[in-house]
């Protein structure tokens, strides 16, 4: 069978599947009665309504009548380093401290441009060290570790 | 005349030197993100919640944090019309003539226009909320457990009708905001739900890092598929001042527009984007020169400017009066009320007037200096649209990871932005929309705590929702939205009227 509307299918699946994760979970948590609700009632009842409306999207994603949407490509090197810069930037932070976290984030993230370059990633690095130094350092006295441990023996 | 007095209160407060110094940086960076695309005041808000906590005065922290959605919707309309691009989603119409006008050489007219119609719907909208709120927050007094559940009944099915795109996939996506809100502490029985034993998750998710997650990563990856080409019309811009017939047919629009931005302001789910498209929709209905429509047509800037200026401002009535969260960006206003432990809803008002009318009068003194802003000086923010998209997103992460950290101090939150990237990404591919999905996060766990305690009330009997008078009129509203949306004349004209807004 082909599947027409390949969008509202995996929405569809997408959102089957969860309803029913979060009822099988909702199962080790008393539900109570509807007089005295325990902390298992509400998200059974959410995941079952999930799990239906899911299928209510699904269902007409195969009709014939259904119109032709494919999903379009999914840039995976993209989200790869976007969402890397991320994680690295939370790993190096408590440990390795903020300018290494930063320089860290700025040059993986940046390569994630179709028209990345070094010179411009180093440059934009420095200036946001020294601006967010000045505005959530002195400004605004957030607080986190700006230089590695080793460094401040602590 | 309490009124008076009221807004003498605001004067008051909102005069300190501190909070207007604050007012100024909230509708500055309000411009400067509406004048950058790619940046939202959603994530501009959720980035700056933290550094709140330092901020003595909640009063203060709402006055800039406000500053900064309404000042978005100022700075949106210069990229849409010089560059042809939308800074902000609620500037996408004013792309259509405003962009035009701008080639014909016009973009200085397009940009008044655009100024003047803001700050006449934002001194509308102040006063509308001046006016309203009150009388509103009285009825909210009556509210027991019962409305309150069905006010959000109501409130979920609003938004997801006022969404753009497949009503089913929009309710789906509620639904799934409403399940995460589960994660964490139940409140009446102390279990820890969905936690899996990791202790920060027993705390719940994070609201800001699931806005950030959703709105400012996954956004950057899909603008990072496009690439860019700006065309911009910077040397253009030197005769400011519109003709007499430019304001003759611009003031009827603007008119319009306030009145129509106002009433879906207050709408929940409506806000600024909405009453744009709506405005513009209108104006090109009942012009006389409907033709005109899409190649400079003056109207077709001044409704929409208008529209959505009054409604970023009134979406704040529900907020301040009934403690409801009607737009993502109100539901981080409410987390800021919070972290100053102030629970919102009809009791603020009484509680804390200082605030109240504060914020209030706040919004006029911040329309006030956006045109100062936003007119004179409006050279200088188009100068910041020469700043590359490659060298802008590195930074808007890293603001985001700060903040995203200094929420709790702890890196769980900005791994938490992760996951929270990648589910936004996918709705985005598969055509859901993310904003109903952070309501229902917001309003989850509230949702079931009401029902909870009317259901205890009535003894576990269900049609006490229907039998109360106030909660059945509330969920019949609902009910008719429902029915309304699934009609087949009504689907083609909801079609039609957010065609474009892709």
């Known amino acids: 069978m082909r599947i027409r509307n390949q969008r509202d299918f995996w929405a569809g699946v997408l959102f089957i599947v969860t309803g029913l994760i979060f009822m099988v979970l909702s199962r080790q948590y008393n539900v109570g009665t509807s007089a005295k609700m325990g902390p298992g009632f509400f998200p059974m009842a959410l995941g079952g309504l999930m799990a239906l409306l899911g299928l209510m999207v699904l269902i007409p994603s195969l009709l014939s009548k259904a119109e032709v949407l494919k999903v379009t490509k999914i840039e995976t090197r993209m989200i790869l380093l976007v969402l890397a810069a991320v994680a690295v930037y939370a790993f190096a932070l408590p440990k390795l401290g903020f300018i290494v976290a930063l320089f860290a984030l700025i040059g993986i993230s940046s390569m994630a441009s179709h028209e990345f370059d070094l010179k411009t990633t180093v440059i934009s690095s420095v200036v946001l060290l020294a601006f967010s130094w000045l505005v959530f350092v002195k400004g605004l006295e957030l607080q986190f570790p700006f230089l590695p441990t080793f460094l401040t023996n602590n | ?502």
């Not at chain 2, 040397?235 to 008119?255: E, G, H, Y």
């Not at chain 2, 529209?307 to 009066?321: C, D």
């Not at chain 2, 910041?384 to 101090?409: D, E, H, K, Q, T």
């Open chain 2, 1 to 502: 005349m309490e009124l008076l007095n009221n807004l003498a209160l605001g004067f008051a407060t909102a005069g300190t030197v501190d909070n207007l110094f604050y007012c100024f940086v909230g509708v500055a960076l309000g411009t400067l993100i509406g004048v950058l695309p790619g940046i939202g005041p959603l994530a501009t808000i959720a980035m700056l919640l933290p550094a709140t906590y330092k901020m003595t005065d909640p009063t203060t922290a709402l006055i800039m944090l406000a500053g900064i959605y309404y000042g978005a919707q100022y700075g949106g309309s210069t990229t849409a019309i010089l560059v042809n691009l939308p800074g902000e989603s609620s500037s996408v119409v004013t792309t259509l003539d405003g962009y035009q006008m701008a080639r014909q050489g016009r973009a200085g007219p397009a940009l008044a226009i655009a100024a003047i119609g803001s700050f006449f719907a934002g001194t509308v909208a102040t006063f509308l909320l001046a006016a309203f709120a009150p009388p509103l927050a009285e009825v909210a007094f009556k509210f027991g457990p019962a409305e309150y559940f069905a006010l959000m009944v109501l409130g979920l099915i609003a938004a997801v009708v006022l969404a753009n795109g497949s009503v089913l996939k929009a309710l789906a996506m509620v639904v799934l905001g409403l399940l995460l809100g589960m994660i964490g502490t139940d409140v009446n029985s102390g279990v820890a739900r969905f936690s899996f034993d990791v202790p920060e998750l027993s705390d719940g998710i994070e609201f800001v890092a699931v806005a950030m997650g959703m709105f400012g990563f996954a956004e950057i990856i899909l603008n990072l598929e496009q690439k860019e080409s700006r065309e911009v019309f910077t040397s253009k811009v030197t005769n400011l001042m519109p003709q007499w017939a430019d304001f003759k047919r611009a003031f009827p629009a603007i008119l319009r527009g306030t009145g129509i931005g106002s009433i879906l302001g207050i709408l929940p789910g409506g806000g600024a984007v909405l009453a744009s498209f709506s405005s513009y929709a209108i104006e090109k209905k009942i012009s006389k020169h409907p033709e005109e429509f899409g190649h400079g047509a003056i109207e077709g800037v001044a409704g929409p400017e208008s529209a959505n200026n009054a409604g970023a401002q009134t979406s704040f009535i529900p907020m301040l009066t009934l403690g409801i969260p009607t737009t993502p960006v109100m539901a981080l206003m409410v987390a800021a009320m919070m972290i100053h432990n102030i629970q919102p809803g009809p009791q603020v008002m009484t509680s804390n007037p200082k605030l109240f009318w504060g914020l209030i009068v706040s919004m006029w003194i911040g329309n006030l200096m956006l045109v100062i802003l936003n007119l004179p000086l409006v050279g200088m923010w188009v100068k910041l649209l020469s700043v590359p998209y490659r060298v802008m997103y590195p930074a808007i992460l890293l603001f985001c990871c700060i903040g995203a950290y200094s929420i709790n101090n702890n890196v769980f939150d900005v791994f938490m932005t992760i996951p929270f990237a990648i589910l936004g990404y996918v709705f985005k591919k598969l055509d859901c929309e993310p904003a109903p999905m952070l309501l229902g996060f917001v309003l989850g766990k509230l949702m079931e705590e009401y029902l909870r305690r009317a259901m205890t009330i009535s003894r576990g009997d269900w049609s006490v929702f229907v039998t109360r008078p106030l909660s059945a009129s509330l969920l019949a509203v609902a009910a008719i939205l429902l029915v309304i949306v699934f009609l087949p004349s009504i689907k083609s004209k909801r079609a039609e009227a957010f065609a474009g807004d892709d």
